[in-house]
């Protein structure tokens, strides 16, 4: 990040601004949203599944970002997506049945999915491959930053102001940034001039894990901390800490991360990502000591940032830049074909056999997924690496 401020500081200031202003909405309604249903509006395992998948439904439309970008920037789509996030929080607020939960849920996300893969694209486009890694993890680790300031504002403001003012106050605000960003100009942006949707065999791999990313990780975001609250009690204090542990440790994780993809290289960062996971898991599944959930819970959030490997190797492998923000959006939907159904399926087994049933499919996908990232291999850079774009320098 330190050399994008150097080569092109108006796109280095709108990156820093819109994922501050993303990441701290989404996490609000993050840390809120299953005290909130569970005591305002009482969902129980199959609700929850069924919400958490309506939720995902944008990200299945993901590869509709591809296209936008013909006709829009990436940059004005990320402050129209911070926007749709903003309302959406508001009218979480507003909610009092299952059916307008659903809608303030959906509108978030909508903001929230097409958000991330042009915030990608803009990244893995104005920096050089080899300092990808690092730029993407600091960025990352900015989104870690925003997570710490909104798990705090909901640990000190949740019983003051109640989870509907927190929803309308935040919500509010974040609309208030997206519009403030949509006029936001940029000189000469040295990104590519033109966009391309095409995709191509030669990224099955990077496909294939981008689908099974999205079936570990949502299996994860929406049983982990339901158990949390519906097995354990905790209250939403808790759940507030818990995010603000994740925050706080992130911040300089993914920084870390990024440097050891940079220095070791996505396949070994993804394969001790995967094998750690198996003990999250099943953990989850046979642990009953509090404590050591919140660790493992801690984890995970550490863990998932390997998932930036998936996106530099992309970028590695692409035949040109030109067509990362169509393959980026395409792993937005690929993400979520499963992230639809593993919600729904996963409280339906929760209902039949248990807590440990949800966990233990986790189990089965990441073991899966451990034993395709050793076909990861990268093509000689002379060859099929797109080249750094002119006047970046290294990054």
Known sequence: MRELFKGNRAIAIY????????????????????????????????????IQAVREIPGLLGFAVGFLVLALSETRLMALSIVALGAGIALTGWASTVPTLLLGTLVMS???????????????????????????????????????????????????????GLFWGVGGLAALAGLALIPFRFGN???????RVRFRKRYWLYYALAFLLGSRRHIFTTFAIFLLVREHGIPVQTTA????????????????????????????????????????FLGYAYIPYLPLLYALFVLDNVIFGTS?????????IAVSEEELTSN??????????SAVV??????????????????????????ISLVLVQFMRLPAPSVSAPVATPGLGEG
Do not use: C
């Open 110 to 164: 909508v903001g929230f999915h097409f958000f991330t893969p042009a915030n990608n694209a803009v990244l893995l486009m104005a920096v050089d491959r080899k300092q990808a890694p690092k730029a993407l993890g600091q960025l990352r680790s900015l989104g870690a930053a925003s997570a710490l300031l909104a798990t705090g504002v909901v640990y000190l403001l949740a019983d003051r102001i109640g989870y509907r």
């Open 189 to 195: 942006d040295h990104l590519p001039p033109k966009r």
């Open 308 to 316: 930036m490997a998936n996106a530099t190797y992309l970028q590695k």
């Open 15 to 50: 990156l820093v601004l819109s994922n501050f202003a993303l990441y701290f909405g989404f996490r609000v309604w993050q840390a809120l949203f299953n005290n909130f249903a569970v005591a305002e509006i009482g969902v129980g395992p199959a609700e929850i599944g069924g």
């Open 241 to 280: 800490l818990l995010f603000l542990a994740n925050s706080l440790i992130n911040t300089y994780a993914y920084q870390g991360i990024g440097k050891l993809v940079a220095r070791l290289g996505e396949r070994w960062v993804l394969s001790v990502g995967f094998a750690l996971l198996i003990f999250v």
């Open 328 to 337: 980026l959006s395409l792993q937005q939907t690929l993400n979520h074909v």
């Open 342 to 367: 593993v919600p729904v399926l996963g409280g339906t087994i929760w209902t039949l056999f248990g807590a440990q049933a949800p966990f233990l499919m986790g189990v089965g996908i990441v073991v």
